[in-house]
């Protein structure tokens, strides 16, 4: 069964903490995805990597970081956590082609609260 | 990327034909035509995905206009289980997804 496990369902942090959200899939995939979802937004992409050691920013970079250093492992980075960071955190995968979210897999999410 | 149109919401009888409606009127020639769902609780599941021609999975069938303006996902017979909110999403490195159409399936 394919998978892409995020590190955490839920977590609280303090405001100006570093965060780590991880995210592991096990299908071999060129393509890692960091979305956030906040309601009333739908999911705007953070940054994506289409290979290891590269990353792209998306629609919504300021205030993370991403590291790949494995194919299989895709890191998001809150260097220092704000209140507006709070929100649902989706990581996703998909194998390389024309189209980065051709049959792309999403993890559970982690819901992540800056308090 | 360009910009997708769905209706808020739709609603669907049990073991009824769905069709969920998408407008994007600004496409370009290159642009894939992707729908994901989001059940209560869960991440994103992709659903089908097309270029030009119709599309057919064991989950649904994907009609695309012949101008590309516009697609729609076809969801054969509805079952509870497909009460979700569906996405219908272009580009070939999406940054957003809309909100979606949130179907509710009436047994």
């Known amino acids: 069964d394919v998978k892409v496990t995020q590190s955490s369902r839920y977590l609280v942090k303090r405001t100006g903490e570093k965060v780590f959200l991880e995210c592991v899939q096990d299908?071999?995939?060129?393509?890692m995805f960091w979305y956030r979802q906040d309601p009333g937004l739908g999911l705007r992409l953070i940054y994506f990597?289409?290979?290891?050691?590269?990353?792209e920013k998306g629609d919504i970079p300021e205030g993370y970081s991403v590291s790949r250093e494995k194919k299989e492992r895709f890191s998001l980075i809150l260097e220092s956590a704000s209140t507006n960071q709070t929100s649902m955190y989706l990581c996703?995968?998909?194998?390389?082609?024309?189209?980065?979210?051709?049959?792309?897999?999403f993890g559970q999410g982690t819901r992540l609260t800056v308090v | 990327d360009a910009k997708t149109t769905q209706p808020n919401s739709m609603e669907s009888n049990e073991e009824e034909p769905v069709h969920l409606p998408c407008n994007h009127s600004?496409?370009?020639?290159?642009?894939?035509i992707h729908w994901y769902r989001q059940l209560p609780s869960q991440g994103p599941e992709y659903v089908i995905h097309?270029?030009?021609s119709n599309v057919n999975n064991r989950m649904a069938s994907l009609a695309i206009a012949e101008d590309r303006k516009s697609s729609t996902l076809i969801l054969h017979r509805a079952t509870l289980r497909d009460a979700a909110v569906y996405y219908c999403?272009?580009?070939?490195?999406?940054?957003?997804f809309g909100k979606g159409t949130r179907l509710s399936v009436i047994a």
């Open positions: 999403i272009l580009g070939n490195t999406p940054l957003v």
């Open positions: 990597s289409y290979d290891v050691k590269m990353k």
């Open positions: 996703a995968s998909s194998q390389g082609g024309a189209s980065l979210l051709r049959w792309a897999f």
């Open positions: 600004t496409i370009s020639g290159t642009d894939y």
């Open positions: 299908m071999d995939h060129e393509n």
């Open positions: 097309g270029l030009t």
